[in-house]
């Protein structure tokens, strides 16, 4: 099977603007978790979705959101983009209890 | 919420010592407890995974254990080698497999391998 994917994989924007990452699942998984993870904070859940519903919401603020769609496919989008978003932001997808990761992408924002 | 913490941030041992990376966490109704491995500039992958009616579990060089009791779980490494060498996270959630599953993970711990 083929793994987790991610695009795009590197991602520059500039404060305010808007970002939208896009995550493909581990075909047949039905849920997509979002992590961020930084130096500092190490690797934090944003939220979980499981057929195109959000079932859980980690502690980041409204900017971040997210969608499912009926294939699994999942996207997270960031308005209003600040400078402590930068981070690589991976997407999981998982089987029961494995949870299995893909290559994140890194945003840099400026 | 749940709240991990992982000691020690950096380890620094000898090619074929052993290495041991420790948890607590603080939810008692965690029941599921992975490790991953990073290496550097990769995705984080699963290298071995415990549950909560489990105390350990062993894979080759690789043992984790588990004390519910203490709210504690341990990674160990053995025979360690240069390929080991990454950073390593220890994670839990309850609701293992269902609507309440919720990875909290560890800050991490870096491992280096001397040869």
């Known amino acids: 099977k083929a793994g987790v994917t991610q695009t795009p994989r590197y991602l520059i924007k500039t404060r305010g603007q808007q970002v939208t990452l896009s995550c493909s699942p581990i075909s047949g998984h039905r849920s997509v978790s979002w992590y961020q993870q930084t130096p500092g904070q190490g690797l934090q859940f944003l939220f979980e979705?499981?057929?195109?519903?959000?079932?859980n919401k980690g502690n980041f603020p409204g900017r971040f959101s997210g969608r499912q769609f009926s294939n699994s496919r999942s996207e997270m989008n960031v308005s209003t983009l600040e400078l402590g978003d930068s981070a690589l932001y991976l997407c999981a997808s998982r089987s029961i209890d494995t949870q299995y990761f893909g290559p994140g992408t890194r945003l840099t924002v400026l | 919420g749940e709240n991990v913490e992982q000691h020690p941030s950096t380890l620094s041992v000898q090619e074929g010592d052993s290495a041991v990376i420790k948890c607590t966490y603080s939810?008692?109704?965690?029941?599921?407890f992975p490790w991953y491995k990073q290496e550097l500039g990769k995705r984080p992958q699963l290298i071995i995974d415990?549950?909560?009616?489990?105390g350990e579990k062993k894979d080759q060089r690789i043992a984790v254990t588990l004390n519910k009791t203490a709210k504690h779980f341990s990674l160990h490494i053995t025979e360690t080698q240069p390929e080991d060498s990454a950073v390593y996270f220890c994670?839990?959630?309850?609701?293992?497999?269902?609507?309440?599953?919720?990875?909290?993970f560890g800050k991490g711990t870096l491992l280096t391998v001397n040869p």
């Open positions: 415990i549950r909560s009616n489990v």
């Open positions: 994670a839990a959630s309850r609701g293992s497999g269902g609507s309440n599953y919720k990875l909290t």
């Open positions: 939810d008692s109704a965690s029941n599921y």
């Open positions: 979705y499981f057929s195109e519903t959000q079932r």
